[in-house]
């Protein structure tokens, strides 16, 4: 055990700094080693006050663009976007029907690459096949 050691644990608990702050006068005059700065106390109240408001005004007025704006916006955009599928859908469905297979696109080996066949269906189609889009000869 180093020396430092033994003198620290050998000391009396009186003698130790720490234990003095904590006596009986030291607790009793607890109000001379802390003063209150009224000006400071009430200076940091108020601002905690006014952040207060601030959180709470800045959440209402998110809140409120979020309630009036974003949510009208989106329900706008669902419904372009519905009325844009449709449509493409309805040239889709008019492709198919005239559709030529010498005018088709070129299939690549690389693109349908087949090592087992899929467990629904015939097999071949993936699970985002759709007749009107996908066109695969086998």
């Not at 601002?47 to 979020?66: M, N, P, R």
Request: glycine share 4%.
């Amino acid at each position: 055990m180093s020396s430092l050691l033994r003198a620290r644990i050998a000391r009396p608990l009186a003698a130790r700094p720490s234990v003095q702050l904590f006596t009986a006068a030291a607790r009793r005059n607890i109000h001379e080693i802390y003063t209150v700065d009224e000006a400071k106390a009430k200076a940091f109240i108020d601002e905690e006050v006014a952040v207060e408001e601030h959180a709470g005004a800045t959440a209402g007025l998110w809140y409120k663009i979020s309630l009036f704006l974003a949510i009208p916006l989106c329900a706008a955009a669902i419904y372009r976007s519905y009325g844009m599928e449709k449509e493409h859908i309805h040239h889709l469905k008019h492709d198919a029907e005239h559709y030529d297979e010498d005018s088709a696109p070129n299939e690549f080996v690389y693109q349908n690459i087949r090592n087992k066949d899929f467990f629904w269906g015939d097999g071949d189609k993936t699970a985002f096949w759709s007749d009107l889009a996908n066109h695969h000869k086998r």
